[in-house]
C-alpha cells in the first residue's frame, strides 16, 4: 500500500496560496514561472543538533571513573554530559526545576538525577540521545541528599524531615524500609536534628550507613538491627562527611571552619579538631572562627600522605578576597585561588572502590562560569587545558555569524595563527575526562563561526562535525587608546561599558577580508597575513554623517539648496595632504557631555585611535580604522548596517543618518549621503517627516529617547547581560517585551526624513574626510564636497523618525531599467521603512589603474518597496541560482613580491552574469523584509512573486541560503516561528513553531546558514545549533557522539590472606533480602508517584530517528551482544583449560601414589 505523505498535500495547498498572492504578475514573470525548482517541502525538518558552551547556572556535578564521563546540572533542569573533546550530550528535564543532586550508576550507562521539586529520575545513557527511563515524585518530603553505593542497585534518599527512604533503581519503586529521624537520634534529644545532608556507608562494612544531620549530629546506622550503633555529636552544622578508605575514621566540615575527625569507636569527643585558615592565638585559646567549610574529601595514596581537598573555610579577615579550593598534602598547605564561586568539586580516583587506596589524580572544579582540572600529581598543582569550547561567554557575546561549506584551507590557515595565541603552564597529561566516541557521520564540510563579544574581541570557532574548537582569537581594542584613569573612564561618550563591544562584522571567507562595527560607531578593516609586521601606523578615515532634516517640504525647483557648511579636501591622494589621517587626530577625551566651555563638540571621535606604532602578529592586521566623528553636539548614530567587497575595494556602511562608501585600498571616502538622498526627486515613495519637532533635548547617549534610562545600557551593553527574561506568564508583560523587541529591531523607522531626490555625485565632489582644520569652510580649496543644510539642533524624535539603512547587498546587475548591456558593480540598500534603492559603482579599468584612479559612484534611485525593514538582498541568474558577489581571492599582503606576483596571476572573479538581451530579463532580485518577500525580474525591476510571511509578528531574521540541490530563503519570526521559500517562486516549504522570542539575545544572535544549518545564543554561556534540512536529520543519530562504551569494570581490591582468615576485610550485605518487599513490606503509595519515563531504548529511538536510528541500535545490540558472547566463550574455554589442568594433575597424583601404602606417605 502507498504511503500516503500530507506535505506533499499541503506542499500543493500552499503553492496555490502563493500563485494567488502573486496574481498580478506580468508576462515577464509568466515567463518566469517555468523556472524549475528541486527544494521541496520534504526536503525539510527542523530539529536540534547540538549544544556548545559552559552550562548556564550549574548546580551539581557527577563522575563515572570507569566510563570517564563527567555530568552537570543545572538550576534550569538541564543536563549537560562530557567525554573525550569533542563528545557532548545535552538534555533537559521537562520540569524545569533546578538539579540538586546527580549519581551515576558506575559503568552502567545510567545517571540518577534528583531534582528541586522533590523528582528523581533514571536516564539512560546508552543511547545517543538520552532520555528518562523511569521517574518517582515525592508527594509529602522534601529531597535533600542522595546517595548509591558502588554496584548496588538500593538508592538511598535523605529529606528535609531527616528521615531516609530507600528506592530500587532497577523498577524506580519504594522500599518498605525506612529510617525515620526520631529512631535515628538519642531519645533524650528534645529537638529535631534537622534536614538529612549526608548519607554514605562505611567502605569495610555496607551494613553500616553513616547519617548526618545539619545540627551537627552524625548516626551511624546498623541496617541489619535496624539501630543507632553510635551517636556522634558537635556544636556546629555539618556540611559534609568524608570516609578514610579503611572506614575506621570520617571527617567532618563544619559551618565554623574546622575539620572534626572521628575515630567510629569513640564517640565521645573528636580525636582531631583543626581550623585550616584559623588563626592560632598564642596563649591557646580556640581559634577564630572561618567561613564554613563547604565540602570536604579524604584520599588516600600507597606510597604517600593522603589528600585533603576543601573548599571554602577562608577567614572573615579576607574580604572581598576570590573563591578558593585548599589542597592539603602531609604538611603543605596550597591555596588556589578560582576565578569564581565554586559551585562543586570531585576528586578523580583511579579506583572505584570505595575499600581500597584511592589514589587521586586530578581535581575537578565546577565554577559559576567556568570548569577547572587540577593536576595532583605535578607540583605547583598545574590545570590542564580544557579541550572543550566552555570560554564562548569569556566576555558576553553581542553578535553571531555563521558559515557553511567555507573553502578547505580557511581553518588550517586560522589554526595555524591561532595556536600561537595559546597560553603556557598547563599539564603535560593527556586530560583526565576521555570517556565517549566520536560520530560516525557522513557529512562532512568546514563549518566557522565567527562571535563578536563585549570587550572587543572576536573569536573563530572551528564547528565542522558537530563539533566546537577555537581557532583564532582577535582583539579590536588593540587599536584604541585604554582609558587609564577613573576621570577618563567618566568621558565616555556614547556607552557607559563596553565601549570595543562589537556591533555586527561583514567577513569573506575566501578573500579572507574582514570588516567590523563596534557600537562607538567605528569600523575596523583587517586583512589576514601569515606574517609578522612588526611596527605599522594605524590608518585613520574619520568621517562626518549627519541627518538632513529640513523644515521645507520639498526641494526648490531647481532641486538645490544653498550649503550652508562645507569642508575642504584634497581633490585626490596626490594632491594637498594625504587622505588617511595619521592617528593622532583629535580623540574625545576631555569632554563628557555634549557642550563644553568651547561651544559644542564637533569632529571628535568617540575613542582615540593610538597614537604609538602597533606591532601586528600573524593573523588579522589592520588596514583601515574608520570613525564616525561627533557633529555640532551631536554624538555619531550607531552603524546598523555593513558590507566589504574585496573584488572592488570597497567597504559600504549606513545608519540612521545615512550611507558612506569607503575605498580602503586608497584610504578615501567616496560617497556620504542621507538616506533621503537616495531617492529620485520624483519617486513616488518619498515622503515627509511625520513627527513634530519638540524642544532640544540633551543626547549625550545613543539612544532612543522613549527607551527610559537603561536604555542606552541596554542597547550597548552584551546582549547577555542583565536580569532574567522579562517573557512570564503574564500576558501584558509579554506584550509589552514583544513590543519593545520590534521596537529595537527597527529603530528608526517611524517616519523618514524629506526627500531631496536623487544625487549623481562624482567621485571628486562626494569625497570628504575631516581633519584638523575641517572646522571652517576653506575657499581656496579645489574641490568642495557636496553638503546639504543641515540642522544641528537635533531632537529625539527627530533621531526616531529618520529612515535608517539596514541592509547592504553587493552585486553585479543592471543599474536602469532599460540595460542593454552586461552587469555592472552595484551596491542594493534597504531601509528601516522598506525602500530598496540601488547604488551604481564605476571602477577603474584593469589593476593598474585601481590604486590611481577615483571609483565613481552614483545614485539610481529606488528598485522596490516593502513591508517592514529590509533584512536581505539577493540575486539569482536565469536559472535561479544564486549569483555570489565578486571576490579577489586570497594573498598574503606581507609576502615578497614574486609570491604576490604569483598569487595575483591566479586571481580569479566568479563568472559574470549574462548580459541582458532586448525585452528579456536575466536576473531575479530576491528582497525579504520583516513583513514579506518579494522576487523582481531584473533589469525590467518587474514583480515576480510576492508572499507575505506575516501579519500578526514580523521577521527577525533572513537570509538566502543554499541547500544541497537549491536555494531558498530562511526566516525567524518574533512568534517563535521558523519559516523557509522556496525561490524564486516563494513557496512556503516549511513553517515551524519552534523558539517564542523570550529574550533579546536571541534576536541578535540568531543566524542562518547554508545546508540548513542556524544557531542561536540560548543562555548568556551556551550555543544551539539546529537544522532545518530532512538530510541532516536522518543522519543525526550516526554524527552524534556515544557517551557509553563498554568498558571492563575494574577488579575489586584482594583482601590478602590474613584478612580473608580473620575476616578483616570489606563486609557484604544482601540488600535485597534487607530491602526487598518479601522483608520490608511495601511503601506507603502516597509517599511518592512513579512516573514511566518514555525513554525506553525501542520507543524513544524510534520516534527520534527513525530506520537509521533502528539500523544504528541493532548494530549496537549486535555488537554487545557478540562481546558478551565472545565473553563467554573466552570464559568457557578458560574453564576447560583449567578442569583439563586439574584432570592432569590429579592422574599423575593418583599414579605417583597408588602402590604405596599409608606409612609410606
Known amino acids: 500500500m502507498k504511503k500516503f505523505n500530507i506535505r506533499k498535500v499541503l506542499d500543493g495547498l500552499t503553492a496555490v496560496s502563493s500563485s494567488s498572492s502573486s496574481a498580478s504578475q506580468t508576462g515577464a514573470g509568466k515567463e518566469n514561472d517555468a523556472v524549475p525548482e528541486s527544494l521541496q517541502s520534504e526536503h525539510f525538518q527542523l530539529c536540534k543538533t547540538v549544544r556548545h558552551g559552559f552550562p548556564h547556572q550549574p548546580s551539581s556535578m557527577a563522575f563515572d571513573p570507569v566510563q570517564k564521563i563527567l555530568a552537570v546540572g543545572t538550576l534550569t533542569g538541564a543536563l549537560r554530559l562530557f567525554g573525550r573533546a569533542g563528545v557532548e550530550c545535552y538534555c533537559q528535564h521537562e520540569s524545569g526545576a533546578g538539579v540538586i543532586q546527580l549519581q551515576f550508576l558506575i559503568n552502567e550507562g545510567a545517571l540518577v538525577s534528583a531534582l528541586a521539586d522533590d523528582s528523581i529520575h533514571l536516564w539512560n545513557l546508552r543511547q545517543k540521545i538520552p532520555a528518562i527511563l523511569h521517574s518517582l515524585k515525592f508527594n509529602r518530603e522534601r529531597i535533600t541528599y542522595c546517595h548509591l553505593p558502588f554496584q548496588s542497585k538500593w538508592l538511598y534518599i535523605g529529606t528535609e524531615r531527616g528521615n531516609i527512604h530507600i528506592v530500587n533503581v532497577e523498577s524506580f519503586t519504594l522500599s518498605g524500609y525506612v529510617i525515620m529521624w526520631n529512631k535515628a537520634i538519642e531519645l533524650s534529644t528534645k529537638t529535631h536534628p534537622g534536614p538529612v545532608v549526608h548519607i554514605s556507608d562505611n567502605p569495610m562494612d555496607e551494613g553500616k550507613l553513616l547519617i548526618g544531620f545539619e545540627c551537627g549530629v552524625v548516626v551511624l546506622w546498623d541496617l541489619k538491627s535496624k539501630k543507632a550503633d553510635y551517636r556522634y555529636n558537635y556544636d556546629e552544622a555539618i556540611h559534609s562527611v568524608a570516609w578514610h578508605h579503611e572506614g575506621k575514621q570520617f571527617l567532618c566540615s563544619h559551618s565554623d571552619g574546622t575539620l572534626t575527625t572521628w575515630n567510629i569507636r569513640t564517640p565521645a569527643k573528636p580525636t582531631q579538631i583543626i581550623t585550616p585558615h584559623g588563626k592560632q592565638p598564642k596563649d591557646g585559646k580556640k581559634p577564630e572562627p572561618c567561613k564554613p567549610i563547604l565540602k570536604v574529601e579524604y584520599k588516600t595514596t600507597r606510597a604517600g600522605d593522603p589528600f585533603m581537598v576543601l573548599s571554602g573555610g577562608l577567614s572573615y579577615d579576607t574580604v572581598g578576597r576570590r573563591a578558593c579550593l585548599t589542597v592539603m598534602h602531609g604538611k603543605s598547605t596550597a591555596v588556589l585561588e578560582m576565578d569564581f564561586p565554586i559551585v562543586d568539586f570531585l576528586t578523580l580516583c583511579e579506583t572505584p572502590y570505595p575499600n581500597d587506596f584511592q589514589e587521586p589524580y586530578a581535581v575537578v572544579v565546577l565554577l559559576e562560569r567556568d570548569l577547572v582540572v587540577i593536576d595532583l600529581g605535578q607540583i605547583g598543582y598545574p590545570i590542564f587545558e580544557n579541550p572543550y569550547p566552555l570560554s564562548i561567554h569569556e566576555s558576553p557575546v553581542t553578535c553571531c555569524e555563521y558559515f557553511a561549506d567555507c573553502p578547505a584551507e580557511l581553518i588550517p590557515a586560522l589554526y595555524s595563527v591561532g595556536s600561537r595565541q595559546k597560553r603556557q603552564g598547563y599539564s603535560k597529561k593527556d586530560w583526565p575526562i576521555s570517556g565517549g566516541n566520536w560520530g560516525q557521520g557522513t557529512e562532512s564540510y568546514p563549518e566557522i563561526i565567527i562571535t563578536g563579544h563585549a570587550d572587543g574581541t572576536i573569536k573563530f570557532w572551528d564547528a565542522s562535525a558537530l563539533m566546537l574548537q577555537v581557532l583564532y582569537k582577535l582583539k579590536t581594542a588593540k587599536v584604541f587608546e585604554r582609558a587609564r584613569g577613573k576621570e577618563e573612564k567618566a568621558n565616555a561618550d556614547i556607552v557607559d561599558e563596553d565601549p570595543f563591544a562589537i556591533q555586527t562584522l561583514c567577513w569573506c571567507p575566501e578573500s579572507r577580508m574582514l570588516c567590523v562595527a563596534g557600537v562607538s560607531a567605528h569600523v575596523i578593516v583587517y586583512r589576514f597575513s601569515k606574517q609578522e609586521v612588526a611596527t605599522a601606523n594605524v590608518q585613520l578615515l574619520e568621517v562626518r554623517m549627519q541627518c538632513e532634516l529640513s523644515d521645507v517640504d520639498s526641494p526648490d525647483a531647481t532641486g538645490e539648496q544653498t550649503p550652508t557648511q562645507a569642508s575642504s579636501v584634497p581633490s585626490s591622494p596626490q594632491d594637498g595632504e594625504p587622505p588617511a589621517t595619521d592617528s593622532t587626530q583629535p580623540s574625545a577625551g576631555g569632554n563628557g557631555s555634549n557642550s563644553s566651555a568651547d561651544g559644542p563638540r ?166 570628504k574626510i575631516s581633519s584638523s582644520n575641517d572646522q571652517k569652510p576653506n575657499p581656496d580649496s579645489k574641490d568642495v564636497s557636496f553638503i546639504r543644510s543641515r540642522s544641528s539642533s537635533m531632537t529625539s524624535v527627530d533621531r526616531e523618525s529618520r529612515e535608517a539603512v539596514c541592509a547592504l547587498c553587493f552585486c553585479e546587475t543592471f543599474p536602469k531599467k532599460s ?235 584482594n583482601k590478602g590472606f590474613f584478612k580473608g582468615l580473620f575476616g578483616g576485610g570489606a563486609q557484604s550485605l544482601d540488600r535485597e533480602d534487607l530491602f526487598g518487599e518479601t522483608a520490608s513490606g511495601k511503601a506507603s503509595r502516597s509517599l511518592a508517584q512513579h512516573i514511566p519515563g518514555p525513554g525506553n531504548m525501542e520507543g524513544m529511538k524510534g520516534a527520534a530517528s527513525g530506520v537509521v536510528g533502528d539500523l544504528a541500535r541493532a548494530r549496537v545490540a549486535l555488537d554487545e551482544r557478540g562481546q558478551k558472547l565472545g565473553e563467554l566463550e573466552e570464559r568457557t574455554a578458560a574453564m576447560m583449560a583449567s578442569a583439563e589442568s586439574f584432570s592432569k594433575h590429579a592422574h599423575d597424583m593418583m599414579l605417583k601414589y597408588k602402590d604405596k601404602k599409608w606409612y609410606q606417605l
Open 819 to 1053: 540595460s542593454d548591456g552586461a552587469p555592472s558593480p552595484c551596491v542594493l540598500v534597504g531601509t528601516t521603512q522598506g525602500s530598496v534603492m540601488l547604488v551604481a559603482l564605476s571602477l577603474p579599468p584593469g589593476d593598474d589603474h585601481r590604486l590611481m584612479q577615483p571609483v565613481g559612484i552614483s545614485s539610481c534611485g529606488t528598485v522596490a518597496r516593502l513591508k517592514g525593514g529590509i533584512l536581505t538582498m539577493a540575486l539569482l541568474d536565469a536559472a535561479g541560482a544564486v549569483l555570489p558577489a565578486s571576490y579577489e581571492p586570497w594573498y598574503d599582503p606581507n609576502a615578497s613580491d614574486e609570491e604576490k606576483e604569483k598569487e595575483k596571476s591566479r586571481w580569479r572573479r566568479p563568472a559574470s552574469p549574462p548580459s541582458s538581451q532586448e525585452g528579456h530579463d536575466s536576473q531575479f532580485a530576491v528582497l525579504c523584509s520583516e513583513k514579506q518577500a518579494k522576487v523582481l525580474a531584473m533589469p525590467s525591476q518587474t514583480r515576480v512573486h510576492k508572499h507575505n510571511i506575516t501579519e500578526s509578528s514580523f521577521v527577525l531574521r533572513a537570509d538566502v541560503v543554499q541547500m544541497g540541490s537549491g536555494n531558498c530563503i530562511a526566516c525567524f519570526c518574533a512568534n517563535g516561528h521558523i519559516m523557509t521559500l522556496s525561490l524564486p517562486s516563494l513557496r512556503p516549504l516549511l513553517d515551524v513553531n519552534y523558539l517564542p522570542l523570550t529574550d533579546m539575545r536571541i534576536a541578535r544572535t540568531f543566524c542562518f546558514s547554508n545546508l540548513g544549518q542556524a544557531l542561536y545564543l540560548t543562555s548568556p554561556t551556551e550555543v544551539q545549533r539546529i537544522t532545518y534540512s530532512q538530510e541532516t536529520c536522518d543522519n543525526l543519530q550516526e554524527m552524534l557522539s556515544e557517551l557509553f562504551t563498554p568498558v571492563e569494570t575494574p577488579e575489586a581490591p
Open 602 to 767: 564637533d569632529n571628535i571621535p568617540c575613542l582615540q585611535v593610538r597614537s604609538s606604532p602597533l606591532k601586528q602578529s600573524p593573523g588579522y592586521q589592520v588596514e583601515l580604522v574608520v570613525q564616525l566623528v561627533w557633529v555640532s553636539g551631536e554624538p555619531p548614530q550607531q552603524i546598523t548596517s555593513l558590507a566589504i567587497n574585496s573584488s572592488y575595494g570597497l567597504v559600504v556602511f549606513g545608519n540612521s543618518n545615512g550611507l558612506a562608501v569607503v575605498d580602503y585600498l586608497q584610504k578615501t571616502l567616496l560617497l556620504n549621503l542621507g538616506t533621503s538622498e537616495l531617492y529620485s526627486p520624483s519617486e513616488p515613495n518619498q515622503r515627509q517627516p511625520c513627527s513634530p519637532r519638540k524642544a532640544r533635548q540633551p543626547s549625550g547617549a545613543l539612544c532612543d529617547s522613549n527607551d527610559g534610562p537603561n536604555a542606552a545600557e541596554e542597547r550597548c551593553k552584551s546582549p547577555n547581560s542583565g536580569s532574567n527574561s522579562p517573557f512570564n506568564s503574564d500576558d501584558e508583560c509579554k506584550a509589552k517585551f514583544i513590543k519593545k523587541v520590534k521596537y529595537k529591531s527597527r529603530r528608526f523607522s517611524k517616519t523618514v526624513a524629506n526627500d531631496f531626490g536623487t544625487v549623481s555625485v562624482t567621485p571628486r565632489m562626494s569625497r
